[in-house]
């Protein structure tokens, strides 16, 4: 193999499994030890969710080959490895895997999360105007008018004398509705948008609650029932977003709205597709169905583990909870609506929301796959090391690695500890600055990570101002990675009314 030539080393592979056998073996022992001991997890929870990449690190370092299937990926937990394989020009060289890209096609189709090349940067183009901050403002109302209803739900439950609430539910429920309202306007009270949005859940649970053999040639035909359920279904949502997007455009023919503004994503990406020079440039019908696809996919769940955590990291260290609280009232009050300005004036908060992405980052992982041979050259002048990586190499980014390595954070890197972040506001104090990446890095950073930052602010504040929180008896902390890092169990709280 060219990457082994390459000087890199790794677990044995076999064929066709790759080294999978292993992964399963290690997650196997990992829950019989976690059910034995009570949930694990504990404060090192990337030896809890990734035992083989924790145990493949001892022995190989923060860089080495493995294998999904067939698949070869670059394991890289080196920042500076990292920064060296994708600086400056070499970031052009890297684009998404393919193995990756056919798996979750019933998600993200050809959207831009998975596109690659110019005609990901022809997306990129038209997608991020719409996710300015004028746009986003215009949401926050759209936030809190959701969020209300579940406070009330909450309310009511503490009311009927409930004292244990599993916020998880609630919190995914909310951020699943407030992304379908602010990509295609559409809402769970009028019957068209209650089945879009249903069917959208449903395809949801399908794909995120099953593990799949990425990488294993005909591995989907172990799992025909369920591939043929997701097929059907995203037949059918791509047909009922097509009305969606086939009626806003009449509608705009005819002149608009009436007067009334509509913001959200769909309407600005019309707005801006009819703006963008050249037909060529303009996204298709079938690619803005994609990308709506890849809004609700790519954008409620990673928000809702944010703000689920969030809420039991403050749960679980009252001082913080006390301090953002405060916080919320002197900038915004007790009650009444929120807007940007004061938003972004709530510093606390958001060193409390940075420190949760530090340690329990939705995505764990980044992906890559180099479209050309990359040649990465290390060190100084004075000694420089020089590795070829071959074409079509993926790379696997651990970000909990990176996250947790006590050589970038010190001691306390699985401490909770928001005050890094007062310190250092971006970085934390991380002492390499690819150490950092809950949203990705380069031109392919997030492109929905201001919406989320507006979305766990107002949210946030809300609950804060409504409910004091206690971690529950009943909750165990048991992390673990179905495509995102989530609680096995849920987040159960004790709230009470203030
Ligand atoms: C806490 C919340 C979120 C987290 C942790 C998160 C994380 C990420 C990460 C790690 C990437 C990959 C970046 C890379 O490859 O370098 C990504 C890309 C992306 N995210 Fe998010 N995301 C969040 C919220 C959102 C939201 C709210 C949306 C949209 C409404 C969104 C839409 C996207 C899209 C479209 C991409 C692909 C960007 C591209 O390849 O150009 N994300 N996100």
Redesign the pocket.
Known sequence: CRLRDAGFRGPTPSFPLGNLREIASSLANNNAAAAAGGGGGGKDIHAAVFPYFARWRQAFGKVFVYWLGTEPFLYVADPEFLKAATAGALGKLWG?PDVFRRDRMPMFGR???M?GGDE?ARH?HI?APAFSATNLNDMIGVMEETTSKMLGKWSDMVASGKSCIDVEKGVVRNAAEI?AK??FGITDDDAGGATVFHKLQAMQAMLFRSTRLVGVPLASLLHIRSTYEAWKLGREIDSLLLDIIEARRRRRRQGGYGGRKNTD?LALLLAGNEASAGAERKLTTRELVDECK??FF???E??A??LSWTLLMLAAHPEWQTAVREEVVEVAGRSGPLDAAALARLTKMGCVLNEV?RLY???PN???QALQEVVVEEGDDGGKKKTVIPRGTNMWID?VAMHRDGELWGEEANEFRPERFMREAVQGGCRHRMGF?????????????N??AM??RVVLAMVLRRFHLEVSPEYRHAPRIMLSLRPSHGIQLRLKPL
């Open positions: 998404k959207g831009l999360v596109a990901w990129r997608i992304i602010a990509s994503l890849t809004f790519g954008g409620h990673t928000t583990l944010a992405l980052p939705p995505s980044v992906q890559r970000v990446v809950p949203f990705g890095f380069g031109g392919r950073i997030c492109v929905g990570r919406l989320t979305e766990l």
